[in-house]
């Protein structure tokens, strides 16, 4: 793995309000946002529709506070990476100063406020997860191991516990199967990237799977874990949060996963590299609809009348 240094580039132009929110990484907190949202509404406790958004926007900011601090932290091998050269610090819209700053100054005021908002509970597990993402994932495993995306990946799970804590103030099963089904989901999603980003992971230093272990290995990691998550994924039909919309939802989606999973395990590169990682590309799509859709169909069964034969 090459060694990588970081150099914060020339500010070219004064950073516009956009440049600062990209630092947010909004596209990750829009997933934040909604699976926090679905833990929220899936609780059995109805909650005042504005503590709920004030709550929920306090969690999105936790979220862009966790983004601006990554992107702080991993500054170095963003500039060598094709897929993050032109985030904000990189590209030399906002230095990595500024970043940190506004990743410490967010941080403090999400929690503070989700803890008047909705209670300490729910702000304590914002506060451990934005920990988690920055000093666990971020500045230890990422750098450290191949099981960085692995274990890092309960960085992102914790949102649905949070907006489940938000509204009940406990803990209880029905958010912790939430929790695992996207911890589950996220070595599969982040390993199918990893095959077709080639040589990113290994300019930057990274030890993703395909840097460690080849890219076979890593296939052979994505049929397993996929294996288990659709265990994990139709399973959770049969719970208190499930419902036959789920199960539909759920028989459809892992059975699409699993088909592209095993797709990629029975390839090798040489067929990747002549159809530009077709395969691993469409299981990388796909994956960022299994997610949306379960927890959609998670929140679906959250309105439905508890009339369904051995789901009443």
Do not use: C
């Amino acid at each position: 793995m090459t060694d990588v240094s970081f150099q914060n580039p020339v500010q070219t132009d004064e950073a516009s309000l956009g440049d600062y929110f990209a630092l947010m990484k909004p596209r990750v907190m829009q997933l934040v946002v909604f699976t926090a949202l679905v833990g929220l509404l899936a609780a059995p406790v109805n909650v005042h529709p504005v503590i709920a958004f004030a709550s929920i926007l306090f969690v999105a900011i936790g979220a862009g506070a966790s983004g601006a601090l990554n992107m702080w932290w991993d500054a170095d091998i963003d500039q060598v990476m094709k897929r993050t050269a032109k985030r904000p610090i990189p590209a030399g819209k906002v230095t990595s100063e500024e970043a940190k700053i506004l990743g410490f100054a967010l941080s403090g005021m999400s929690v503070m406020m989700l803890a008047l908002s909705a209670n300490f509970l729910a702000a304590g597990l914002l506060a451990f997860t934005i920990f988690f993402y920055i000093v666990i994932y971020s500045m230890w495993l990422k750098r450290s191991t191949p099981q960085n995306i692995v274990i890092g990946g309960a960085a992102g799970a914790f949102p649905p516990v949070i907006g489940w804590v938000i509204a009940t103030g406990s803990m209880a099963i029905e958010p912790w199967l939430m929790f695992a089904l996207i911890f589950m989901w996220t070595p599969p999603h982040f390993w199918a990237l990893a095959l077709f980003m080639k040589a990113d992971y290994h300019n930057a230093g990274v030890p993703m799977l395909t840097v460690t272990h080849g890219r076979k290995s890593t296939r052979t990691h994505i049929l397993v874990y996929t294996v288990l998550l659709v265990a994990l994924a139709v399973g959770t039909a049969f719970t208190a949060i499930g419902g036959p919309v789920y199960l539909a939802t759920a028989l459809v989606l892992n059975a699409m996963f699993l088909k592209g999973a095993y797709d990629i395990w029975r390839r090798d590169e040489a067929q990747s590299e002549v159809d530009g990682y077709k395969v691993e590309k469409s299981f990388f799509k796909l994956s960022l609809w299994y997610l949306f859709l379960h927890f959609g169909a998670i929140l679906v069964e959250a309105f439905l009348p508890a009339t369904w034969g051995i789901w009443s």
